[in-house]
Nanobody
Framework: QVQLVESGGGLVQPGGSLRLSCAASGFRFSSFVMRWYRQAPGKERELVAAISAGGTTRYADSVKARFTISRDNAENTVHLQMNSLKPEDTAVYYC?????????WGQGTQVTVSS
């Protein structure tokens, strides 16, 4: 059974940091591109960061130099380190696993940036 389970969300003050994790199971994790998306209330889901099977990363312009995506193929886990958080980073963050044939989604974790 395929599972993507996000954790690490919560309430943080502007300028703070959070580290999101996504634990994967039920598929060949090391072969998949892993992505983090987010969706704020009233807005469309947007891509935040991606990491290829080989470790190549890319980021949305809005999070460059603040967020870092990483993966641990031994632990079947992908992380999103988020620093210098802003109120506009408030959203539900979703983990996504993607291959040419399959795409899987987690249930999401809420991140709220507020003083």
């Amino acid at each position: 059974q395929v599972q993507l389970v996000e954790s690490g969300g919560g309430l943080v003050q502007p300028g703070g940091s959070l580290r999101l994790s996504c634990a994967a199971s039920g598929f060949r994790f090391s072969s998949f591109v892993m992505r983090w998306y987010r969706q704020a209330p009233g807005k469309e889901r947007e891509l935040v960061a991606a990491i290829s099977a080989g470790g190549t990363t890319r980021y949305a312009d809005s999070v460059k130099a603040r967020f870092t995506i990483s993966r641990d193929n031994a632990e079947n886990t992908v992380h999103l380190q988020m620093n210098s958080l802003k109120p506009e980073d408030t959203a539900v963050y979703y983990c996504n696993a993607d291959s040419p044939k399959y795409a899987y989604w987690g249930q999401g974790t809420q991140v709220t940036v507020s003083s």
